[in-house]
């Protein structure tokens, strides 16, 4: 095992900190599509370089103009043209200062592909293009990586899990869906903000000159209404929920009615396993960030379905324990929501200017002894190298779940450890649509209106009788649990449909809960997600949850827990147990759920451990 290239906290000057060239910035470029449609793109040139130049092309829905500044201290267009490359951000198609109907993802894969031809055609580029950008930037960079343009000779794609459908069973769909839930509170969010199909432009075949002073006349963003989205959340028929006078249109209806399997989700171009790759990439993500998961799928999938051997050579990872696009904020003491994980800085800036001049200015030893895989194990707090994910010093395990049938609420007798149950009764909870278990802490937007990311003490929702806990005895070693996530669940319920939610806990000797990782499953889709299977009253079924994956460190004196019920509000749409719709219902019923762990019928979490010895 080898560790990571560069720690922030031992670097005295970083290359980024030294800009070797003034900046020339071109407003307003209009690039044109195969259709006609112009796309406003910003370019930024390092002056007095000679000769052709590589080019760093950045693709948003979010404004270019908030890239003419360095932006929360990350490295932006204008650090990267001073070190000697062009630079182009641009406003994708129906947005800002673009030309064209903005729909999500509509367009993308292609205006890429003729955004990068473009760009290599102009004399002042040297052929080579590599992308950048977090979340939404990301993901359009994997989606269009399957079109295999020899020009992109790097992507360098951040917090880009959205960009995964199917790929590894898991449908997320843009990340709208996690175990066939909406996750409400972030799709809210995102598309009240920034969904709107209704943007101020020019008119199209407006000269260059009037798009450069466009923001002189008019704001580029819609006017929106004012909205309260914890109140938002709980609205009920949830696809009425942006059906107001004042809401400009979007796509919501589509991303909230569309079944996982419908094919019109295959117009976006977003991953389903199949796809060929030849493009080098360096994938970055967080633990407490949405679709970790799929972002470490796609780096493998990158890998599998190489088309050559540079492609399959040259995938790296890293994953930081922080919040969404929020990984190089790090300090040298950093608060993750309420708990402490010491010095989490990573030299983030530095891999990127080495990723770069690798592979679009050729240095071959620019990315030398840099390992494949760089993580974050949270409580033990130290960043670790591997070449494989997960790290091969881990083994696969299984804690199963025990109790006499009290296992209702931390006060209650659950118990997990590494031993198969014998004859032990099931525990039971009713689940209430009308009061669901609060969302507290985990990924971007969780909580609709209170922004709690991060790590959270749960101890406020431990003392409900609808959450079942089940807790390891305190460790006598330290256990660190590194990799993929899964509960492996028996359950019976008094619904044809309903939900099963789980959360993996890290619980300190004073008491206090902190959230590691959680997922839910809808049981309708327990046999896969291309059909709906529904469950007849009192029947045993089996169902796994999925959990992403995480890298925590559980010390001695510390207890590993998981928590169960059937939901976490407003992250995840409630299930109104009747077997119907959920997004169009406005009447529920109460759900008697139990979860089984007997020897015939066990439940258990799957995890990847390693022991400390004495």
Same mark, same amino acid.
């Given at each position: ?17 030294? #800009? ?15 259709? %006609? ?16 130049? #590589?080019?760093?092309?950045?693709r948003s829905p979010y404004d270019k103009r908030g890239w003419r500044v360095e932006y929360y201290g990350k490295p932006g267009p204008l650090w990267f043209a001073s070190q000697g490359y062009v630079v182009a951000v641009q406003d994708k198609r129906g947005k ?24 290599? @055609? ?27 343009? #020899? ?20 449908y997320s769909n843009s990340a709208t869906r996690t175990g066939g839930c909406m996750e409400l509170a972030q799709m809210l969010g995102w598309f009240f903000q920034y969904g709107s199909k209704v943007t101020y432009h020019p008119s199209t075949g407006a000269d @260059? ?133 010491? =010095? ?17 200015? %050729? ?70 649509? @009308?009061?669901?278990? #609060? ?26 009788? =609808?959450?079942?806990?089940?807790s390891t005895e305190p460790l006598v070693h330290g256990i660190e649990i590194s990799g993929p996530v899964t509960l492996d669940i028996a359950v019976s319920s008094s619904a044809p449909d309903t939900d099963i939610s789980a959360k993996l806990i890290d619980v ?64 995840? =749409? ?41």
């Open positions: 095992m080898s560790n990571p290239p560069v720690f922030t906290s031992e670097t005295e000057e970083l290359p980024f900190g030294r #800009p070797l060239y003034e900046v020339r910035k071109q407003r307003s470029v209009l690039v044109p599509m195969r259709d %006609g449609v112009r796309l406003s793109t910003d370019l930024y040139f390092p002056e007095g370089l000679e000769g052709p130049l #590589p080019v760093i092309l950045v800002f200062e673009s030309e064209g109907q903005y729909s999500f993802c509509g367009g993308d894969v292609l205006d890429t592909e003729d955004t990068v031809n473009w760009l290599v @055609a102009q004399d002042w580029s040297s052929g080579k293009v590599g992308m950048f950008g977090c979340s939404y930037l990301g993901e359009i960079q994997i989606r269009h990586a399957h079109m295999r343009n #020899p020009h992109v000779a790097a992507i360098c794609p951040h917090a880009a899990g959205g960009a995964v459908r199917a790929a590894d069973g898991r @260059a000159d009037m798009f450069a002073r466009t923001e002189a006349f008019f704001s580029l963003a819609p006017k929106l209404p004012e909205i309260d989205l914890g109140e938002a959340c709980r609205h009920l028929p949830t696809i009425d929920v942006m059906n107001r006078p004042d809401m400009p249109p979007s796509d919501w209806v589509d991303f909230m009615t569309r079944e996982l399997s419908d094919p019109w989700w295959k117009e976006f171009g977003f991953l389903d396993g199949d796809e060929r790759f030849v493009t080098p990439g360096l994938h970055v993500n967080n633990w407490y960030d949405y679709g970790v998961a799929q972002t470490i799928d796609t780096w493998k999938l990158f890998q599998q379905n190489a088309d050559t051997e540079q492609a399959r050579d040259n995938q790296y990872l890293v994953l930081s324990p922080m919040n969404h696009c929020h990984h190089e904020m790090a300090s040298e003491r950093t608060i993750l929501g309420e708990r402490d994980i010491g =010095d989490a800085r990573f030299d983030f800036h530095s891999l990127y200017f080495r990723w770069f001049e690798r592979w679009l200015k %050729g240095d071959p030893n620019a990315m030398d002894d840099v390992p494949k895989v760089q993580y974050f194990v949270m409580g033990q707090n130290i960043w670790k190298g591997s070449d494989v994910w997960p790290p091969n010093y881990v083994k696969p395990a299984k804690l199963f779940l025990h109790s006499e049938g009290r296992a209702n609420s931390c006060h209650g007798d659950g118990l997990l450890d590494f031993d198969m149950p014998g004859d032990e009764p099931e525990d039971s909870f009713v689940y209430d649509p @009308a009061h669901p278990v #609060p969302s507290r802490g985990g990924p971007v937007c969780t909580t609709g209106q209170d922004g709690l990311e991060g790590a959270f003490d749960q101890s406020v929702n431990e003392v409900r009788q =609808d959450v079942l806990v089940y300190y000797p004073d008491g206090r809960a902190f959230n590691i990782q959680e997922g839910i499953m809808r049981l309708r889709y327990r046999e896969g997600f291309e059909k709906q299977v529904f469950m007849e009253k009192g029947k045993v079924y089996r169902a796994r949850v999925d959990l992403q994956e995480t890298s925590n460190w559980f010390a001695p004196g510390h207890r590993i827990r998981i928590e169960v019920s059937s939901s976490s509000f407003p992250r995840f =749409d409630r299930n109104m147990n009747t077997g119907g719709r959920n997004f169009d219902e406005t009447e529920w019923q109460l759900a008697h759920n139990s979860i089984h762990h007997s020897a015939d019928h066990p439940s258990w979490l799957n995890v990847c451990i390693r022991e400390d010895e004495d």
